[in-house]
């Protein structure tokens, strides 16, 4: 019982053990890409070692040289999760958080097409920039959530969760199907159209509706 009573999902960036992402998960990615819809979630990892909070710059490792903004929803689970229905999906979820997810193009495309994992350009140092937790009763609806980032103050995303083509309770309901998702885990939702390569010296800001908003500097290693 003790164990349960210290699980504080504001904690979520030094308790959670596992970073659920979601690819291909916006219809305005799946049209300008003009490829087919998913039919299934497209799920990866990253390790929690990627974390970065606000305050901190965002590093572009020397191995890379194309390393791309993604901004997304966030969603923290609240509790163990194993098989759940789509319906009771979200009774799993504690809170929301606005994050980016940073990607090393230059790596994942060869790596997508050749079949190999993405784990190296998705889960280095610095590529899970993260807001602090917004606890689920300070969110009317996570599928109406306005999405936006800019680089130098030059507007770059701007999107919306109801564009998801995989909605919360969706990709919860799958992933149970696979793993347990436990308490503190943090999911990815996707990224709205628009995602690009940025470099060192850089500015990024995003926001998620009039929930969170965050501003990162960036350098090279």
């Given at each position: 019982m003790a164990a349960c009573l210290?699980?504080?999902?504001?904690?979520?960036?030094?308790?959670?053990?596992k970073i659920v992402g979601v690819a291909l998960n916006y219809m305005d990615v799946v049209k300008a890409r003009n490829v087919p819809v998913p039919k299934e979630p497209l799920v990866f990892l990253k390790?929690?070692?990627?974390?970065?909070?606000?305050?901190?710059?965002?590093?572009?490792?020397?191995?890379?040289?194309?390393?791309?903004?993604?901004?997304?929803?966030?969603?923290?689970?609240?509790?163990?999760?194993?098989?759940?229905?789509?319906?009771?999906a979200m009774d799993y979820v504690a809170g929301y958080c606005l994050a980016l997810d940073l990607t090393a193009q230059c790596h994942l495309g060869p790596a997508r097409a050749s079949g190999h994992p993405w784990t190296l350009g998705k889960g280095f140092d610095t590529s899970t920039p993260v807001s602090e937790f917004i606890p689920i009763k300070e969110v009317k609806d996570p599928h109406n959530l306005s999405l936006w980032l800019t680089v130098n103050g030059v507007e770059k995303q701007?999107?919306?969760?109801?564009?998801?083509?995989?909605?919360?309770?969706?990709?919860?309901?799958?992933?149970?199907?696979?793993?347990?998702?436990?308490?503190?885990?943090?999911?990815?939702?996707?990224?709205?159209?628009?995602?690009?390569?940025?470099?060192?010296?850089?500015?990024?800001?995003?926001?998620?509706?009039?929930?969170?908003?965050?501003?990162?500097?960036?350098?090279?290693?």
């Open positions: 210290t699980q504080n999902p504001a904690n979520f960036l030094s308790d959670g053990k390790p929690t070692s990627s974390y970065l909070r606000e305050g901190q710059p965002i590093i572009i490792p020397k191995v890379f040289s194309k390393v791309a903004y993604e901004v997304e929803l966030g969603v923290v689970i609240g509790k163990p999760c194993k098989n759940v229905s789509k319906a009771r701007k999107g919306c969760t109801a564009d998801l083509v995989f909605n919360v309770p969706d990709i919860i309901s799958y992933v149970s199907q696979y793993m347990t998702l436990e308490p503190n885990d943090l999911i990815l939702t996707g990224t709205p159209d628009g995602a690009d390569a940025f470099k060192a010296g850089d500015v990024i800001e995003c926001g998620l509706g009039d929930l969170a908003t965050l501003k990162f500097d960036v350098c090279s290693e």
